[in-house]
């Protein structure tokens, strides 16, 4: 396992996790990386670890390099343990300092009692090995401890998750990957991670307007060195919530009768000439219908009632869309109900803490929709678009 050269002096030390398919709930079908670097010279610095079953890789791709105990500095730009939980065992083996943000160091603390950690402040410079190194507190992208570590002599900034994608490849940089592939998994990451925080980025993209960068260096999946502004000008129009004439459909059912509602609101929207995307819960795992619902301008939720509330999977997506809180969107409900109703009722209920707008009146079908029954999901789908389409 070797190191790979990122610039003259630092090298991507960090570990391929080929075999993740749940990073906490999130669906991983394509693994992720740990991104770790290491920068040489008189005095060797590592940036973050990895994820502690991955020490040995981590320690295999330094010794490529120099040998792991003449490391003589410690970066942690994040406490959340994908990265710090092998903070501890490179303290032991090299004396390390380990440098965190003020909010690093208490999380750490909590984390990892015997660690010694020193705090460094918001914009503060150190120079070590002929290197600077700014450190630039994020907090909440996407945790309060999070911060990113400039290298101005490389234009190199190590930006933590931010830019992340949760994909395993052998190839280390942007330009050698499949760009859909590529930009599929750092919206998915985005929308699953770092969502709520699209305020934060917005700002945090402005203050990293005022450094040259020509590298960024992600902690996971590949590092972005060619054509930077466009994940730039993704992570602006994530953060600023800009989306596109597209509906997201996304339900489940019991016995078809809501699977058939949807497919008929999902005629009605396409017939407007505005883009839908039909998902059935249980078949798609609420980390993919996040990544869809992303750019998407509508969310449609149809459930069935069961013991008069709504399905179990459509409960679960409701609850994880209300903690991401998807801001700026249209919202409608819509699902078939036997002697009483009630499903639709408790997701208007979810989809309004969340934040979306809710202009249409919920559509309901007792039992099995007929003819009848399917124009008014046309219909519906009709007005659906149109809200879209006046929404800009
Ligand atoms: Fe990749 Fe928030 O840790």
């Known amino acids: 396992m ?7 002096n630092i090298y991507w030390v960090g570990a391929i996790d080929w075999n993740i398919r749940s990073f906490h709930g999130y669906t991983t079908p394509r693994g992720t990386t740990y991104n770790a670097y290491i920068m040489t010279g008189e005095k060797n610095i590592l940036i973050d670890t990895v994820k502690r079953p991955f020490l040995d ?19 942690s730009n994040h406490t959340e343990m994908d990265h710090s939980s092998s903070l501890l065992e490179m303290q032991k083996l090299t004396g390390a300092k380990v440098l965190a943000s003020r909010k690093g160091k208490e999380g750490l603390a909590l984390h990892f009692p015997e660690l010694k950690v020193d705090a460094v402040e918001d914009g503060s410079e150190i120079r070590c090995g002929g290197k600077t190194l700014r450190f630039i507190d994020t907090p909440m992208l996407h945790w309060p ?10 234009k190199l900034l190590f930006s933590m998750d931010a830019f992340g994608q ?10 050698e990957v499949d760009q859909g592939i590529l930009f599929h998994e750092a919206a998915k990451y985005y ?17 990293a307007s005022e450094l040259d960068i020509q590298i960024l260096a992600t ?13 730039l000008k993704a992570y602006s129009d994530w953060g600023s919530n800009v989306t596109k004439e597209k509906a997201v459909i996304v339900f489940d059912t019991m016995w078809g009768s809501t699977a058939t509602m949807a497919q008929h609101i999902a005629d009605g929207i396409a017939s407007q000439g ?8 249980g078949d798609t795992d609420r980390s993919w219908v996040i990544k869809e619902v992303l750019d998407a301008r509508a969310i449609v939720v149809g459930t069935p009632t069961i013991n008069n509330t709504m399905f179990p999977s459509v409960a679960d997506l409701v609850f994880y869309m209300k903690g991401l809180r998807p801001k700026g969107r249209i919202g409608a409900v819509f699902g078939s109900h ?25 559509l309901q079908v007792n039992y099995v929709p007929h003819e009848a029954e399917k124009e008014r999901c046309r219909e519906m789908g009709r007005q659906i678009a149109m809200k879209i389409k006046e929404k800009k």
């Open 2 to 8: 070797e190191a790979i050269r990122v610039t003259d």
């Open 57 to 75: 890789e981590l320690l295999a791709r330094i010794k490529s390099v120099i040998d792991p105990s003449k490391i003589d500095l410690i970066v």
């Open 145 to 154: 401890d999070s911060m990113f570590t400039y290298v101005p002599e490389d």
């Open 166 to 175: 949760h994909y395993a490849t052998n190839a280390r940089f942007n330009d």
């Open 191 to 207: 929308a699953n991670i770092i969502m709520p925080f699209g305020a934060r980025v917005v700002k945090t993209l402005e203050k």
């Open 219 to 231: 902690a996971h999946g590949v590092i972005w060195r060619k054509d930077l502004g466009k994940i």
């Open 274 to 281: 505005v883009e839908v995307q039909v998902l059935k819960l």
């Open 338 to 362: 036997g002697w009483n109703g009630g499903g639709t009722r408790a997701v208007r209920e979810q989809l309004e803490v969340t934040g979306l707008e809710l202009p249409l009146e919920d």
